[in-house]
């Protein structure tokens, strides 16, 4: 079966974003003062076959530990659907 994978990849809370702080910045020059914390991260989505959403479900974890995401500065999210 086929299933489909939307993973949220973003830096840990903690530790400073300074791409986000440079975009919550620019909003006080577009007049946005108001949108504040901007925290910036990477949207990945991709297909699996497995034979279960569990086993889909390990896959995608494995791949985030050990590609898709730095766990030392992000921390990651995801679900799963079947396509």
Do not use: W
Not at 11 to 31: E, R, Y
Not at 37 to 61: C, S, Y
Not at 76 to 83: D, G, L
Request: glycine share 4%; hydrophobic share 40%.
């Amino acid at each position: 079966m086929k299933y489909r994978a939307e993973i949220d990849v973003m830096p840990l809370k903690a530790l400073l974003d300074p791409q986000g702080k440079a975009v919550t910045g620019s909003m006080k020059n577009l007049g946005l003062a108001e949108i504040k914390n901007i925290r910036i991260g990477k949207h990945i989505t991709l297909e699996i076959d497995a034979t279960t959403k569990d086993e889909a479900q390990k896959k995608v974890d494995e791949a985030c530990k050990k590609l898709l995401c730095n766990q030392i500065m992000e921390f990651y999210e995801f679900e799963i659907f079947e396509n």
